[in-house]
């Protein structure tokens, strides 16, 4: 199975692609989708809709994990996110890949053991479990790697089924990944 997680935003948006493997889970690829700043939001989102299309092209997933839409304070932010979120699901729908969301806290501790943990011990985790190596990505990324990384953990795929039923599919959690490399805290 092969997985697109998606992070949306109408200035950068986050891809991640995980396939799961006889090994375990393997990054395909990942990065940002960066629309020109200077053009206007429905410029913006078509960039964004024609950067979707290639990643999809190129690494071609099975399925796409969101994260469910967050509605903060701000009403024009949930807006334009909104916007951005039905552009994205209709390009996912374009290439007729099955889309599932998942709740933050539900992606948080699917990698960390923990619904409270912070993007960067999402990210911590991520770059660990996934051998990511010492580079650090843009937290988009992270998020969008760990909404993939959710989607195979929770059981979409064989493998997540497999780790869940064996017991060995949760982490165990952000203390003790401190336990075990007091190096990366310092």
């Known amino acids: 199975m092969i997985v697109l997680g998606i992070d949306p935003g109408s200035?950068?948006?986050?891809?991640?692609?995980?396939?799961?493997t006889a090994a375990g889970y393997r990054v395909l690829g990942c990065g940002l989708v960066r629309p020109r700043a200077a053009d206007t939001l429905h410029e913006r989102i078509s960039q964004l809709c024609a950067g979707l299309d290639?990643?999809?092209?190129?690494?071609?997933?099975e399925a796409v994990a969101l994260e469910t839409a967050f509605v903060g304070r701000n009403v024009r932010s949930a807006l334009i996110?909104?916007?951005?979120?039905?552009?994205?699901l209709a390009t996912v729908m374009r290439h007729s890949l099955p889309v599932r969301e998942y709740a933050p806290r539900e992606i948080k501790l699917s990698v960390t053991g923990t619904g409270s943990a912070c993007k960067e011990q999402v990210a911590a985790m991520l770059?660990?479990?996934?051998?990511?190596?010492?580079?650090?990505?843009?937290?988009?990324?992270t998020d969008a790697l760990g909404i993939a990384y959710c989607d195979l953990a929770r059981g979409a795929s064989s493998l997540g089924g497999q780790l869940r039923k064996n017991g060995k599919g949760r982490s165990k959690g952000w203390a003790a990944f401190v336990n075990e490399h007091p190096e990366l805290m310092a």
């Open 81 to 88: 996110l909104g916007q951005v979120r039905g552009a994205v």
């Open 54 to 61: 290639e990643v999809i092209e190129q690494l071609k997933p």
């Open 11 to 20: 200035r950068k948006t986050g891809y991640g692609v995980i396939a799961e």
């Open 127 to 141: 770059s660990r479990m996934l051998e990511l190596g010492g580079e650090l990505k843009p937290l988009d990324v």
